[in-house]
């Protein structure tokens, strides 16, 4: 009795969801797909410091790449985690330089060439930039005796960053843990009247705000320690007086924004595994704390990838890798050894090689790997010539086959359709090429994503949905790779003929 009474709750529910939307349960939505994850929209971001644009991709079919676009102009293409993958995680860097708005939008290309709708999030750019010279005015000026009284400038404060540095504080494991300690100073002719604040941010992101009372003097400089622990090699950022409170005579040092790496105390021990560290000296009487007891469980690996992931014999590549989590050590094979992360490193594999990035927690691990395809160097050789038979090199075949053309339905005619759906058979003129062709169609309703097929027949049936326009475009590829422009596009309506 409960199966029946669980089988008919289910069917109820399949009937009104089909019943709300029918065209969900009439067509498949296949379409490339994407998605940002970070910034969100409407947030700020620091100027001068790279920002990860952090977006998911799909394509049913394997993702060939995702551009990401700034204020509408392309600006870095990135291939997925894992070459042909249907589902992938993306990151793109971006450095703002100057401060404004700025509209980001990722769009998912797919290996079929179809193309996702672009989204995008509006993030606004905050800093300090370089104020604008003001060009010299030169005035001529007829000279005429009066008695002038000198004018003592305005004496300003000045404030400037002297020093940015990893400040060591003890072990995680054993990887390095460092907060972070800026040296600052009044290089200015007037001391700082009023309390001010300096920003803190971390891999882009402003993390931290600390408010410093005035009163330092011409001269004079101080320091302060932001306590965020961190390990490898983020990139921090400093900007002093962040809210423009002060009137300086200069702003263009209060800000900053480089990598800084976290190193060892007096003695630093870098293993792949945490074990104990060798026998330690205090300094200056004070004895060093003991190494946290470092992870639990298993290790989180973000991704790991290569691009270009084929290279031709003598180039190279560059392995990325994002966060990895919960780990004490971190270790890329072969010829690579322990890493930061996140992180890159440039490699040129003389053979076809697999790089294998283990990420371990005690006897846990988890690993990622990426294989970096070598291909060997084309070498065109010129055939010894013979009194008796010469050779000829075989071309290589770079022509693709010509454009086939929509034949029916074509010119917005109708086609037969009765009640909710139909079928409509596309039709094409048939183009040859010596290596043999594929035909590859694309359709899509209007205001819906597009569908494709591909095969060698002239025609292709098609479900359609009555009442609606459809557009479709058809192209060729030869055997050899070669393919020819898509054609015009033709369209049709789905309508009722009887």
């Known amino acids: 009795m409960r199966t029946q009474l669980s089988q008919r709750l289910m069917l109820t529910l399949i009937f009104v969801f089909c019943a709300v939307g029918t065209l969900a349960c009439s067509e498949e939505v296949s379409g490339p797909r994407a998605w940002i994850d970070f910034p969100l929209d409407q947030s700020t971001v620091p100027v001068g410091a790279p920002v990860s644009i952090l977006s998911h991709a799909y394509a049913r079919d394997g993702i060939a790449e995702v551009l990401l676009s700034v204020n509408g102009e392309a600006y870095r293409r990135n291939p997925p985690a894992t070459p042909g993958e249907s589902f992938s995680k993306v990151a793109h860097e971006w450095l703002p330089q100057q401060e404004g708005d700025y509209l980001l939008q990722v769009k998912t290309f797919s290996k079929n060439g179809e193309t996702s709708n672009p989204v995008t999030v509006r993030v606004r750019a905050i800093g300090k930039g370089t104020p604008t010279p003001v060009r010299p005015v030169t005035l001529v000026v007829t000279p005429v005796p009066i008695s002038v009284t000198p004018v003592t400038p305005s004496a300003l404060s000045d404030l400037a960053i002297v020093s940015v540095e990893a400040l060591f504080v003890g072990y995680k494991g054993s ?10 100073r009044n290089a200015g002719t007037a001391a700082v009247p009023r309390d001010f604040t300096i920003q803190f941010h971390f891999n882009g992101v402003p993390t931290l705000a600390n408010t410093v009372a005035g009163g330092l003097a011409p001269g004079a400089s101080d320091q302060i320690t932001f306590v965020y622990q961190f390990e490898g090699s983020p990139y921090i950022g400093i900007n002093l007086d962040s ?4 009137t300086e005579s200069s702003e263009t040092n209060n ?3 480089e990598a800084r790496a976290c190193r ?4 630093a021990w870098y293993t792949d595994t945490p074990t104990p560290p060798p026998t330690r000296t205090p300094t200056i009487g004070i004895p060093l704390p003991p190494p946290p007891s470092g992870c639990s469980g298993t290790p989180n690996i973000a991704s790991f990838s290569a691009s270009p992931s084929s290279i031709t014999a003598g180039n190279s590549t560059t392995l990325s890798w994002g966060a990895v989590t919960n780990a004490d050590s971190v270790t890329i094979e072969p010829g690579i050894g322990g890493v930061s992360t996140p992180g890159s490193r440039v490699v040129a594999p003389g053979t076809t090689t697999t790089y294998t990035l283990t990420a371990r927690c005690g006897s846990n691990t988890q690993t990622r790997q990426t294989t970096v395809t070598v291909l060997p160097i084309i070498q065109i050789v010129t055939p010894t010539i013979t009194p008796t038979r010469t050779r000829t090199p075989t071309p290589v075949d770079t022509t693709p086959p010509p454009i086939p053309n929509p034949q029916d339905p074509t010119g917005g005619e109708s086609v037969s359709c009765s009640g909710a759906t139909g079928t409509a058979t ?3 003129s048939s183009v040859s090429d010596p290596s043999g062709v594929t035909y590859y169609v694309k359709w899509n309703r209007a205001g819906q994503p597009a569908s494709g097929w591909d095969g060698t027949g002239t025609q292709h049936s098609i479900s359609i949905s009555c009442g609606y326009q ?3 475009q058809v192209r060729a590829c030869d055997g050899a790779g070669n393919c020819s422009n898509w054609s015009s596009s033709a369209t049709f309506m789905a309508g009722t003929i009887h």
């Open 243 to 246: 809210t423009n409170v002060i």
């Open 175 to 184: 990887t390095p843990i460092c907060n972070t300690q800026v040296t600052y």
């Open 255 to 257: 800000a900053f924004a």
């Open 470 to 472: 459809y557009s479709w």
């Open 426 to 428: 596309l039709k094409w």
């Open 264 to 267: 060892g105390g007096p003695v």
